[in-house]
């Protein structure tokens, strides 16, 4: 009975953390809107971070803001570094969906994620053997090879993204359909843009719940309880 309670809770985890990562997808891209910035992975961290505390996977205050720091110092590290690999390539970065820029973007997500992954296992504690090494590799190539799928879906996920948000009036005026569509927010068309961060943050949000559902933060007992147990 204990099993399966653990197996319940663990694959309700996993969900909560593919959610997280969906839901911080979507407040990323309304954040976003139709320009970029450097510092829209911290809603990203914040969102993992509380759920992890929910969870009980961490309440360590120190840990957390760890985390949210972590995860928005991995956002900047593969945004440079996407840039980085277009400009080895000789090619302006811009929003194309040429061959070179694909790959950028899988180097990028794959490095980025490994961050993420392999830091949120050290900061909760979790198993750090060989194994577990071989897990987090394996998440990373799979969210490498999400961020060019994500971006790739731009004028359909994107643009279900960009109609979800105009309806609820979290779109600017400037941000119309064209624009969204085919505008440039200097990476890119905000609808590509959209779609690789939902993407990509729901495929490591759910690597994440993987990572570390069988990690719990153990209580210390406090005296009334050890006076319960004598």
């Given amino acids: ?67 949210v720091a972590l995860v928005s110092c991995a956002f900047v590290f593969s945004v440079l570094l996407t840039e980085m690999l277009q400009i080895m390539a000789g090619e302006r970065f811009v929003g194309t969906v040429e061959k070179n820029h694909l790959i950028a973007l899988f180097i990028g997500g794959m490095l980025g994620g490994f961050i993420i992954i392999r830091g949120s296992r050290i900061l909760c504690k979790a198993d750090t053997a060989l194994t577990a090494t071989a ?6 190539l799979i969210l490498g090879a999400l961020s060019p799928i ?47 961060f939902v993407v990509w943050q729901m495929g490591t949000g759910f690597a994440l719940g993987k990572t570390l559902q069988n990690v719990r933060e153990r ?9 319960k147990l004598t």
């Fill in 1 to 67: 009975m204990n099993v399966f309670r653990e197996r319940r809770r663990g694959f309700v985890f996993v969900l909560l953390m593919a959610f997280a990562g969906l839901a911080s997808g979507v407040i990323t891209a309304a954040v976003c809107d139709d320009h970029f910035s450097y510092g829209l992975g911290i809603y990203f961290g914040v969102i993992v971070a509380f759920c992890l505390a929910l969870a009980g996977v961490t309440r360590s205050v120190f840990r957390l803001a760890s985390l």
């Fill in 135 to 140: 897990w987090d590799a394996f998440w990373s």
């Fill in 150 to 196: 994500g971006w790739w879906l731009g004028p359909t996920l994107g643009m279900l993204v960009w109609r979800y948000l105009h309806a609820v009036d979290l779109t600017s005026a400037t941000n119309t359909f064209s624009k969204a569509l085919s505008g440039e927010t200097g990476y890119g068309p905000p609808s590509r843009l959209y779609s690789l």
């Fill in 219 to 227: 209580r210390e007992m406090s005296s009334s309880d050890q006076l």
